[in-house]
């Protein structure tokens, strides 16, 4: 017999990445949130191809295939865990903002759901819509009435349903990577704009939070692969040493790379364009909503580049910029916080959509 609030309440939080998936196990008790395991696979250990692709926006193998690697993982670690949150890839989801005027509660849905025709580049019976209010009219001034919509095709919906069913999961939400990442990162009291700064395999994303409501969310291709296949074709070498030397060289100013053209050199330029396209974000939040982001946080698996902190502190001289520490804010044994600590940016994402099912 069980006995509601006297057992702890687990939840699984899966983030089928580019190269990789990733699973979190957490855990809620008496108000304490903790880690109860984490495991992550390859596609390389798998298959010759990545899992996901963000050139077909789709899944790139087939969900037979997905749910066996997320077996294995949950096999290894012996996860048994049922209730389960996916994050869908960004590529997959479609973000909008735009203005409503001044209406009743009421009204609101269906105004929404007018305004998507204008805004979805689908049949709106082809997605699913979800939307919130990113700024609420005072009461006592007539002000139009902002509105963030997110759209997601049916078709990706139905395959991360299919992979669960597969794995005998019962699949309790889905959602937007952004939402797993700002949840794990984010504080909840944080009173100041922060931007949130993903730099994954596939693509980087540049995300603004303002009093815990997503203000703006941009993507661009120059990603953490980009990096690697720079110095594949800049130093002719192949694309697994190449990663070796990212990872071991990234941009710092003193470098001994054996007689080898320096990596900064190569990187550089690829990494001064990703900062380029965070202050364009950034400038266009203040300009827009005539407030300062006071903090920078650098996410995702490319997030620990060396001489890459240094650079952004560099160039955003003006605000506080941090490596993301997702798990900071849960419990979990002492003797993993430094491992913790180096793979969480790579794991806040798996991570914040597990805690999504203990809210």
């Known amino acids: 017999m069980k006995f509601l609030g006297l057992l702890p309440q687990k939840f699984l939080g899966i983030d089928i990445g580019t190269s990789s998936i990733k699973v979190v196990e957490v855990s809620s008790w008496a108000g304490r949130k903790k880690l109860e395991n984490y495991g992550e696979i390859s596609a390389s250990v798998l298959y010759k191809k990545q899992f996901r692709t963000s050139e077909e926006n789709t899944l790139m193998l087939s969900s037979r295939d997905i749910s066996r690697a997320i077996r294995a993982i949950l096999q290894e670690a012996e996860i048994k865990t049922k209730e389960v949150a996916f994050s869908i890839p960004d590529f997959s989801s479609f973000f909008t903002t735009f203005e409503l005027p001044p209406m009743t509660e009421e009204e609101v849905p269906q105004a929404v759901k007018s305004e998507a025709r204008r805004h979805v580049p689908l049949p709106l019976g082809e997605v699913t819509l979800d939307w919130q209010i990113i700024d609420e009219p005072r009461k006592d001034k007539d002000e139009k009435i902002k509105v963030l919509m997110v759209a997601v ?19 309790m ?21 922060v931007a949130l ?34 110095i594949s074709k800049g130093l002719s070498m192949d ?36 900062v380029r396209e965070v202050d364009r974000v950034v400038q266009g939040f203040t300009l827009r909503e005539n407030k300062e982001v006071k903090k920078i946080i650098l996410c995702g698996g490319n997030a620990f580049l060396p001489g890459l902190l240094v650079h952004f502190q560099e160039h955003f001289s ?31 994402i ?10």
């Open 350 to 359: 798996a991570l914040g959509t597990a805690l999504r099912g203990l809210e």
């Open 173 to 193: 939400a889905l959602e937007a990577e952004i939402f797993g990442l700002i949840r794990a990162v984010v504080d909840r009291d944080e009173k100041e704009a």
């Open 153 to 171: 095709p049916n078709e990706i919906i139905h395959q991360y349903q299919s992979i669960a069913t597969g794995l005998s999961l019962k699949l």
């Open 239 to 274: 694309y697994k040493q190449a990663e070796d030397f990212k990872n071991k060289y990234g941009i710092l100013k003193t470098q001994e790379n054996s007689g080898r053209e320096n990596i900064r050199d190569i990187l550089i330029p690829l990494i001064d364009l990703i």
């Open 318 to 348: 003006r605000r506080e910029v941090e490596i993301a520490n997702p798990f900071a804010r849960i419990f979990f044994p002492p003797i993993l916080e430094e491992v913790l600590k180096k793979m969480g940016p790579s794991y806040a």
């Open 197 to 230: 700064v993903d730099i994954g395999a596939r693509s980087t994303s540049c995300s603004i939070m303002n009093r815990g409501t997503l203000k703006i969310s941009r993507s661009f291709d120059v990603s953490g692969n980009s990096l690697t296949e720079r």
